[in-house]
């Protein structure tokens, strides 16, 4: 099985985030797992992204969840 490799601009425009912001993110600790091809070209795997994106939507809609259960759960002490 290949693995489909993109390169910083093409996963900065599929976060919706600055090519300077996933930089950061590799020198912090890279919360977005990324692969060093040679002695300087960066790829991101596709899967990690797609990864990323469902995470981050599954987190949203527990938070939106919680956020609504909130007001029963103060009125029920």
Known sequence: ???KLLKT???AEILNVS???LE???WAGARIPFIKVGARAIRYRLQ???YKISKSILKRIF???L???APNVINHQ
Do not use: G, N, W
Request: negative net charge; glycine residues 0%.
């Open 1 to 3: 099985m290949r693995t």
């Open 9 to 11: 601009k093409e996963t």
């Open 19 to 21: 090519e300077a912001f």
């Open 24 to 26: 950061r993110d590799r």
């Open 48 to 50: 990690d992204i797609d």
């Open 63 to 65: 938070v939106i969840q």
């Open 67 to 69: 956020v609504k259960d």
